[in-house]
């Protein structure tokens, strides 16, 4: 993963410490974190795209949670909003009050790159 120090003004600074302040994320992990951002927003939250992000949290506060539509409406989402992952399947792996644990499993194909058999944890809390 290429890490780079930007100023305020996008202009490349090089800097001693080895924190830094923008993150450029490349590759496989790139879509870990694409999956993540549609997991953590609610639809129409985004102005822009009010498709992008998902609605289970409606599901979650109607009263009426059930894993299993959860799983299915957020591997619904992800695959809209990503085209180039197949066999999108989302489990809800912990479920408390206070926050929800999902494992997303997923094939990337993006036509000149295919990754099989992938998944990532995701964590939102409510």
Known sequence: MALKDFSITLQKIKT?????DVGIVTGFNAITQYIENIAKTQKGEVPSDVNFGSDYFNYIFSGN????????KLAADISSKIPEL????????NFTDTVVTFEVFYSLNNGITKQQNSSCFIEVKL
């Open 16 to 20: 001693s410490s080895s924190t830094n």
């Open 65 to 72: 949670a059930d894993a299993g539509v959860m799983e299915l």
């Open 86 to 93: 197949v066999d999108v399947k989302v489990n809800v792996v």
